[in-house]
């Protein structure tokens, strides 16, 4: 079945759905030109100092990397903050955000991102749960306490784009030690996570779910996915958004849409 014709199928199962959920991953932030650095590419085209030292994302995205390269793992993240901050959510957030108030009697998102572009958005935070966490968000790199708090400032470290180092780091609140991104990295035992978030996203499990989208799943990380096949076997429809086939072998919907993320939430608001 052709891109449009499983667009209209699909469209048809949402135009029924009353509790819907929205699975966002990677591929939802790309049309705003957030780079996804599981392509290992795309991501030393970005940040040569680290090619030629050999450091990949899941090295400099840990908890080590803060104790071992601290001016190159604050370094990334803000390069990633910058790059957020300069960018805005594209315009299939915001429709998201209007089938969640105006098309569905409840929904909620779940996503692995952490540029935050759903509540940039404005989502409701109740609606909400990254599970990842949030590059807007601190906590304190020694895990002090179980506190988070928010960090909007742009730009927050001095950063040095020939060597790829930063300096002038953000402190703890509660203890003035070097505070880090309140996000789940890789090797992470000291994630201190969203508790309330959590507990919304619970809450909004405890009824059955009609529909679930997956949007832009890599894969990599499938979190996402099995969360949709999960559904799945409880009789949630599941739509997956994504141009490449294969990431569907988790779900193995027969709701495949092979679109970019932001023609597929287009196509599929003009169908319903």
Same mark, same amino acid.
């Given at each position: 079945?052709?891109?449009?014709?499983?667009?209209?199928?699909?469209?048809?199962?949402?135009?029924?759905?009353?509790?819907?959920?929205?699975?966002?991953?990677? !591929?939802?932030?790309?049309?705003?030109?957030?780079?996804?650095?599981?392509? $290992?590419?795309?991501? @030393? $085209?970005?940040?040569?100092?680290?090619?030629? $030292?050999?450091?990949?994302? %899941?090295?400099?995205?840990?908890?080590?990397?803060?104790?071992?390269?601290?001016?190159?793992?604050?370094?990334?993240?803000? @390069?990633?903050? =910058?790059?957020?901050?300069?960018?805005?959510?594209?315009?299939?957030?915001?429709?998201?955000?209007?089938?969640?108030?105006?098309?569905?009697?409840?929904?909620?998102?779940?996503?692995?991102?952490?540029?935050?572009?759903?509540?940039?958005?404005?989502? *409701?935070?109740? %609606?909400?749960?990254?599970?990842?966490?949030?590059? @807007?968000?601190? %906590?304190?790199? *020694?895990?002090?306490?179980?506190?988070? @708090?928010?960090?909007?400032?742009?730009?927050?470290?001095?950063?040095?784009?020939?060597?790829?180092?930063?300096?002038?780091?953000?402190?703890?609140?509660?203890? !003035?030690?070097?505070? =880090?991104?309140?996000?789940?990295?890789?090797?992470?035992?000291?994630?201190?996570?969203?508790?309330? /978030?959590?507990?919304?996203?619970?809450?909004?499990?405890?009824?059955?779910?009609?529909?679930?989208?997956?949007?832009?799943?890599? !894969?990599?990380?499938?979190?996402?996915?099995?969360?949709?096949?999960?559904?799945? !076997?409880?009789?949630?429809?599941?739509?997956?958004?994504?141009?490449?086939?294969?990431? *569907?072998?988790?779900? /193995?919907?027969?709701?495949?849409?092979?679109?970019?993320?932001?023609?597929?939430?287009?196509?599929?608001?003009?169908?319903?």
């Amino acid at each position: 079945m052709d891109a449009p014709e499983m667009t209209k199928k699909s469209a048809a199962v949402l135009s029924e759905a009353k509790r819907v959920l929205f699975l966002t991953s990677a !591929g939802m932030s790309a049309d705003s030109n957030i780079p996804t650095f599981r392509d $290992k590419d795309g991501y @030393w $085209k970005n940040f040569p100092p680290f090619k030629e $030292k050999g450091l990949e994302a %899941q090295d400099l995205a840990s908890p080590w990397a803060f104790r071992n390269v601290l001016p190159h793992a604050w370094a990334f993240y803000e @390069w990633r903050r =910058r790059n957020a901050d300069e960018n805005q959510p594209h315009e299939g957030y915001f429709i998201i955000n209007r089938w969640m108030e105006d098309k569905f009697d409840d929904a909620f998102i779940h996503t692995t991102n952490t540029d935050g572009y759903h509540l940039r958005s404005g989502c *409701n935070s109740r %609606q909400v749960r990254e599970v990842h966490g949030s590059m @807007w968000r601190m %906590q304190c790199l *020694n895990a002090c306490s179980s506190d988070f @708090w928010d960090e909007p400032a742009v730009p927050l470290c001095e950063l040095d784009h020939d060597s790829m180092e930063a300096a002038g780091y953000p402190n703890c609140l509660h203890c !003035g030690s070097i505070a =880090r991104p309140h996000i789940l990295m890789f090797g992470d035992m000291e994630y201190v996570g969203h508790p309330e /978030q959590d507990d919304n996203f619970e809450e909004f499990l405890r009824r059955p779910v009609d529909a679930a989208i997956l949007i832009g799943s890599s !894969g990599a990380v499938p979190t996402n996915d099995y969360i949709a096949a999960q559904l799945q !076997g409880t009789g949630t429809a599941v739509i997956n958004i994504n141009p490449d086939p294969s990431v *569907n072998r988790i779900a /193995q919907t027969e709701y495949f849409i092979q679109m970019k993320t932001l023609e597929a939430l287009k196509a599929l608001d003009a169908a319903m």
